[in-house]
Nanobody, 123 residues
Framework: QVELVESGGGLVQAGGSLRLSCAASGRTFSSYQMGWFRQAPGKEREFVAHITSGSRTYYADSVKGRFTISRDNAKSTVNLQMNSLKPEDTASYYC?????????????????WGQGTQVTVSS
């Protein structure tokens, strides 16, 4: 069991940057694969980025080159650095975790979710 709490969302102008953080409870954080998803109003929750327990990273094409996911196992946190933000990045951003060995980067693969943090990018 792990509890996830996101922080760092806010309002930013297009071209700006934000850093999201996700704090996890529990003593086995290093074993979890971690992901970030986002959901805009009226749209389905979509994959943004993923980091394995070994720190291998994966990104959605829409954020590749602009977003960077990282983890700090000592602090039980996973971060999402978002640069060159666009209005279409506006959404609620969710942290997710799983102990599954094989993850298809689908929201169905993740067992634990945070409550989300809002990111709004103005044009």
């Amino acid at each position: 069991q792990v509890e996830l709490v996101e922080s760092g969302g806010g309002l930013v102008q297009a071209g700006g940057s934000l850093r999201l953080s996700c704090a996890a409870s529990g003593r086995t954080f290093s074993s979890y694969q971690m992901g970030w998803f986002r959901q805009a109003p009226g749209k389905e929750r979509e994959f943004v980025a993923h980091i394995t327990s070994g720190s291998r990273t994966y990104y959605a094409d829409s954020v590749k080159g602009r977003f960077t996911i990282s983890r700090d196992n000592a602090k039980s946190t996973v971060n999402l650095q978002m640069n060159s933000l666009k209005p279409e990045d506006t959404a609620s951003y969710y942290c997710a975790a799983t102990l599954k060995t094989y993850v298809r980067l689908s929201r169905d693969d993740y067992d634990y979710w945070g409550q989300g943090t809002q990111v709004t990018v103005s044009s």
